[in-house]
């Protein structure tokens, strides 16, 4: 269950969205007020950490077609090495892929906040979503995979250094995160027809 600090780490820090951004993100897909969240001075404090210039990229915002992405995946690259803020997690995960967190094919675009730059088997999990075809579940999903890898990183990490074994640190790792997002991927399955549109009034933040 993500928390509400957390959840602007995770947008802020892994995500790479501004200020702005990050509240946007909240109001569309966890169903809060926007003028709730900028009243709440301690909260706005969390996001403004991530309000600067520069977190800005200059990528087409209607380019949807896989003819563009190649030259939109090499700035996304470079824009994600400059400010990604997770590098400890490559030590397990190195990244090699970008991700369309809700996929073109059903109406995704090639802009920056529909991308993530992952691992490889992060991305296939990613791609296991019983939900796909929808975008708010696609962004919860890319949402909770992240507060995983961030949540398992410092316990795996422990064992690691208490058995000087980076495979099955790394192995350990992988499953962790496999087995609690298909917890959530099975929450999301199970959401009547009717409710799949919103499924975030049942997250709890």
């Known amino acids: 269950m993500l928390e509400w600090d957390e959840l602007i780490y995770i947008l802020g820090n892994y995500r790479l969205l501004n200020s702005d951004e990050i509240v946007t993100h909240i109001t569309k897909y966890y169903n809060v007020n926007e003028e709730t969240v900028r009243n ?4 706005m404090s969390k996001i403004y950490e991530h309000d600067f210039e520069t977190r800005y990229i200059n990528l087409p915002e ?3 077609g896989r003819e563009d992405f190649d030259k939109v995946r090499r700035k996304y690259v470079k824009f994600s090495d400059t400010y990604y803020d997770m590098c400890e997690i490559s030590e397990f995960m190195p990244k090699e892929d970008v991700h369309h967190i809700y996929p073109i094919v059903y109406g995704g675009s090639n802009h920056y906040k529909n991308l993530i730059y992952i691992n490889g088997f992060l991305h296939s999990l990613l791609h296991e979503n019983p939900r ?3 975008e708010n579940c696609c962004h919860l999903a890319i949402d909770h995979l992240c507060m995983l890898t961030h949540n398992q990183f410092e316990l795996v990490t422990s064992l690691q250094d208490a ?3 980076h495979f099955m640190a790394s192995k350990l790792y992988k499953q962790r995160i496999k087995t609690k997002m298909w917890e959530f991927y099975s929450f999301l399955n199970a959401l009547p027809k009717s409710d799949i549109g919103e499924p975030s009034q049942y997250i709890s933040i």
């Open 163 to 165: 058995n000087n074994d």
């Open 40 to 43: 709440d001075k301690r909260l």
């Open 132 to 134: 796909e075809e929808y």
């Open 62 to 64: 209607t380019s949807y």
